[in-house]
């Protein structure tokens, strides 16, 4: 049985900072290819924001660019997302994810096949007050 579940989210004012926990269960993420992260807001669609692959190699989109880090730990079977400087236009539901096959970045998030092929996690709220 494969699952992702986040945690680390909450509430803070503009300028704050929160970090995103994702925990792996039944698959070892040093084989996986790719992870990252997605977003949806209240009547928007979703986005994917940051992701990590197994070679190291990180993809951010332009909006968090500067702001986010996304990291692994392999010996926790883990996905992290830190985040900093953050902006109301950051309110969303964060959520972890990892492609079924060997895709990455813009080339994963863009894509609807390999979006249909991917394993989501149920979310954690994130909020940024004014």
């Known amino acids: 049985q494969v699952g992702l579940v986040e945690s680390g989210g909450g509430s803070v004012q503009d300028g704050g900072s929160l970090r995103l926990s994702c925990a792996a269960s039944g698959f070892p993420t040093s084989e996986t290819h790719c992870m990252g992260w997605f977003r949806q807001a209240p009547g928007k669609e979703r986005e994917g924001i940051a992701s990590?692959?197994?070679?190291?190699?990180?993809t951010y989109v332009d909006s968090v660019k500067d702001r986010f880090t996304i990291s692994k730990d392999n010996a926790k079977n883990a996905l992290y997302l830190e985040m900093n400087f953050l902006k109301p236009e950051d309110t969303a539901t964060y959520i972890c994810?990892?492609?079924?096959?060997?895709?990455?970045?813009?080339?994963?998030?863009?894509?609807?096949?390999?979006?249909?092929?991917?394993?989501w996690g149920l979310g954690t709220q994130v909020t940024v007050s004014s």
């Open positions: 990590i692959q197994r070679d190291g190699n990180i």
């Open positions: 994810a990892a492609p079924q096959f060997p895709v990455c970045g813009e080339s994963w998030w863009t894509n609807e096949r390999w979006l249909q092929l991917t394993t």
